[in-house]
């Protein structure tokens, strides 16, 4: 069983920058590609960005190209998220997500992934 533990988040001011990171155990992490979500109040959880098991092919959701960059580091089995030039519209919770790597499921869609961490929390003010 897959455990994921996501860091990082805080409150920041608009144009700041955050790292966020989910550490996963209970699994080969080069087995699984890996995902970020996030969830704002009275919102549905969207997808923000993912890459595949080997680092080689990353997808952003557009509000976020440009800005964040998602990154994976096999030797410590954790995923990143580094954000830049935050605005208060991406005040949200944070999730990292995994699904094994042979599935060929959306990895733009939240229902394509069985392991979910807790979240962490972003707030960006103006």
């Known amino acids: 069983q897959v455990q994921l533990v996501e860091s990082g988040g805080g409150l920041v001011q608009a144009g700041g920058s955050l790292r966020l990171s989910c550490v996963s155990s209970?699994?080969?992490?080069?087995?699984?590609?890996m995902g970020w979500f996030r969830q704002a109040p009275g919102k549905e959880r969207e997808f923000v960005v993912a890459v595949t098991w080997g680092g080689g092919s990353t997808f952003y959701a557009d509000l976020v190209k440009g800005r964040f960059t998602i990154s994976r580091d096999s030797a410590k089995n954790t995923c990143y998220l580094q954000m830049n030039n935050l605005k208060p519209e991406d005040t949200a919770v944070y999730y990292c997500?995994?699904?094994?790597?042979?599935?060929?499921?959306?990895?733009?869609?939240?229902?394509?992934?069985?392991?979910w961490g807790q979240g962490t929390q972003v707030t960006v003010s103006s």
């Open positions: 997500a995994a699904v094994p790597r042979d599935t060929g499921v959306d990895l733009t869609a939240t229902r394509g992934y069985p392991y």
């Open positions: 209970g699994g080969i992490f080069l087995r699984y590609n």
